[in-house]
């Protein structure tokens, strides 16, 4: 089966293009449309109803584009409003949330740390998901003001650092051995946060898995892109065209748009 419209993905802001190059990076030849919600970041602070209005309405912005498939690469999104969508829409939907799974799994001190926003924290899908592994020890953290720096392009302050310290070395002395980022702009603070946790902890994002579920999805019912044409990729944001020029190397033009 072949399908050559392009993949839809949205987020609050930037951090889902470390989704979206985990997925450009395993299906290549695809389109995609990434839609950055920068003005309303973050949606982690926001009620339930609140990212639902705001996931619906980036799926309309994505619907009209004709996408084949959505990413909401978003975990704040996915947590909140994702049952939601797969009601309302008719479109597949791929979701992101905190890798507890392979954490839990291969933790030898029993005790796994997790950072993530307030949103994703406290949704009802997030405590389903966690309720499955009563044996480990889940320290949860909310990431305040992290992506808030990442917006405004501020990767590498010492602001930066400070809210990573304070909030990993409770993390640390508590002994875990894995570290979970349940926020899809995390992935960007990952040469910080190695500089502060020992070498004994791994980190874990789920970029790569929501892409081989993508790359799934559309092999077995949506269908890939079958034309060898270079892909075409396109980025809209309303608000900050230069940090999520940035955050793309500056190899993707930006569209700026005020939705
Ligand atoms: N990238 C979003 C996530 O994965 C950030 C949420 C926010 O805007 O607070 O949760």
């Not at 990767?155 to 875990?176: D, G, R, V």
């Not at 060898?228 to 940090?243: E, I, Q, R």
Request: net charge negative; glycine share 6%; hydrophobic share 35%.
């Amino acid at each position: 089966m072949t399908n050559n419209n392009p993949i839809g993905l949205f987020d609050s802001g930037i951090g889902g293009t470390s989704i979206w190059k985990e997925i450009h990076q395993l299906l290549p030849n695809e389109d995609t449309i990434y839609l950055a919600d920068s003005k309303n970041a973050p949606y982690g602070q926001k009620s339930k109803e609140e990212i639902i209005y705001l996931s619906c309405k980036n799926t309309e912005f994505l619907l009209e584009q004709n996408c084949k498939l959505i990413v909401v690469a978003c975990n704040t999104a996915t947590t909140n409003a994702i049952k939601e969508l797969r009601t309302k829409y008719k479109i597949p939907f791929i979701g992101i949330e905190p890798a507890i799974k392979p954490a839990a799994l291969h933790s030898k001190t029993q005790k796994i740390g997790i950072l993530a926003t307030k949103g994703t924290l406290n949704s009802e899908l997030f405590y389903k998901n966690v309720e499955q592994y009563q044996d480990i020890q889940i320290i949860e953290q909310i990431g305040y003001g992290l992506v808030e720096l990442i917006e405004n392009g501020q990767i590498n302050s010492i602001e930066m650092n400070q809210l990573l310290h304070k909030y990993l070395t409770p993390m640390i002395q508590s002994n875990i051995d894995y570290l979970v980022l349940g926020c899809s702009h995390y992935p960007y603070l990952i040469p910080q946060i190695k500089k502060i946790l020992p070498e004994n902890i791994s980190i874990i994002d789920s970029g790569e898995a929501v892409a081989k579920q993508t790359k799934k999805i559309l092999e077995e019912s949506v269908g890939l892109k079958e034309n060898t044409n270079p892909s075409k990729c396109l980025f809209y944001t309303n608000s900050n065209s230069d940090v999520l020029s940035g955050i793309l190397e500056n190899k993707y033009p930006i569209i700026a748009k005020d939705f």
